[in-house]
């Protein structure tokens, strides 16, 4: 229950193009959604994150997409750069206090120029 | 500059060895926490700390241990009853509260020789 589950574990895109990367989560006591992005031999770094009260969040190119009903959400990256290939890390936590994140397996994302 | 600082970047230990990884933060945050990640895999929860000298165990930590005697340290010991310590270990730290970030040092990868 303490699962979070992401796929693809890989995905190409072009240049320009639509990349989508979809979590889905089992319990419903987690309270916070982040997703991390990282670049090879760096640590995980914060791009943008969702309460469960709300559907939708953008921020500049990125948007997350928040079904609270089917326990899933998922990352939108538009007009994907290739400056946007890394590993994106979807997670959740549970409870508040210290930030006890379950991580997604992660998806390399490449984008072909 | 704020932020979080883990040291060596590359660490290399012989079987049976036990090997104590540095983390050290200057972001004035009360949460410390160590994740272990591996190949094609999500980050995993070693050890977490909310306040200092007390730690607790997350959902990996079995043949490592903690301490957390400073606010700013939080340094981890592999010991030699880790059956499979290669790996890269990340640090990361926040302020204890609901929706806060996280931030992440730039890892550690301890080979196993």
């Known amino acids: 229950q303490q699962q979070v589950k992401q796929s693809p574990q890989s995905l190409i895109v072009q240049k320009g193009g639509i990349s989508i990367i979809n979590c889905a989560y089992e319990n419903t006591a987690f309270d916070y959604f982040p997703w991390y992005q990282q670049f090879p031999g760096k640590g995980p770094a914060l791009l943008i994150a969702i309460r469960p009260d709300v559907s939708e969040k953008k921020e500049g190119r990125f948007t997350i997409s928040f079904n609270k009903s089917a326990k899933q959400f998922s990352l939108h990256i538009m007009d994907s750069q290739p400056g946007d290939s890394a590993t994106y890390f979807c997670a959740a936590r549970v409870g508040q206090g210290a930030q006890k994140l379950v991580f997604g397996q992660g998806t390399r994302l490449t984008i072909n120029p | 500059d704020g932020g979080i600082t883990q040291s060596p970047k590359y660490l290399f230990r012989k079987e049976g060895q036990n090997v104590t990884l540095s983390c050290e933060q200057n972001l004035n945050h009360d949460a410390m926490y160590w994740y272990r990640q591996d190949p094609g895999q999500g980050l995993r929860l070693i050890y977490y700390?909310?306040?200092?000298?007390?730690?607790q165990k997350g959902d990996i930590a079995e043949g490592y241990s903690v301490s957390r005697e400073k606010k700013e340290s939080f340094p981890l010991t592999v010991t030699s009853a880790q059956k499979n310590p290669t790996a890269f270990y990340l640090c990361?730290?926040?302020?204890?509260?609901?929706?806060?970030?996280?931030?992440f040092g730039q890892g550690t990868r301890l080979t196993v020789v």
């Open positions: 700390s909310q306040i200092v000298n007390d730690f």
């Open positions: 990361a730290s926040s302020i204890a509260g609901l929706g806060t970030e996280a931030f």
